[in-house]
Nanobody
Framework: QVQLVQTGGGLVEAGGSVTLSCAPS??????????VAWFRQTPRKEREWVAA????????NYADSVQGRFTISRDNAKTTVYLQMNALRPEDTAVYFC???????????????????WGQGTQVTVSS
């Protein structure tokens, strides 16, 4: 089974930027046929969807809370999906997870149960 490895994250000041990466541990090109999403979770909230991208990158969607500040993208030549986070706010502090599903599209209402392959999670802390 495909396993996802995340890199990036850490501590950043409010207004700053961070980029997260997500790639299959084996580098399998099958990953390029999967839809991928980013979720985040805090101790006080359930895991929530942040952004999603189709296999080709032709379809992108963002949660209202990050629209205009975050950008999801993929480089299929590198079998990697990115989450560029700009204008970060303290309320963006969370553990971020990438997730993939073995089809190239995602439903209009994105839920954690729609994705069966998960990364290990990466802490992003935004200081005020």
């Amino acid at each position: 089974q495909v396993q996802l490895v995340q890199t990036g994250g850490g501590l950043v000041e409010a207004g700053g930027s961070v980029t997260l990466s997500c790639a299959p541990s084996s580098g399998t090109s099958r990953f390029n046929t999967y839809a991928v999403a980013w979720f985040r979770q805090t101790p006080r909230k359930e895991r929530e969807w942040v952004a999603a991208i189709s296999w080709s990158g032709g379809n992108l969607n963002y949660a209202d809370s990050v629209q205009g500040r975050f950008t999801i993208s993929r480089d299929n030549a590198k079998t990697t999906v990115y989450l560029q986070m700009n204008a970060l706010r303290p309320e963006d502090t969370a553990v971020y997870f990438c997730a993939a599903r073995e089809v190239g599209w995602y439903p209009s209402e994105i839920r954690t149960t729609d994705f069966g392959i998960w990364g290990q999670g990466t802490q992003v802390t935004v200081s005020s």
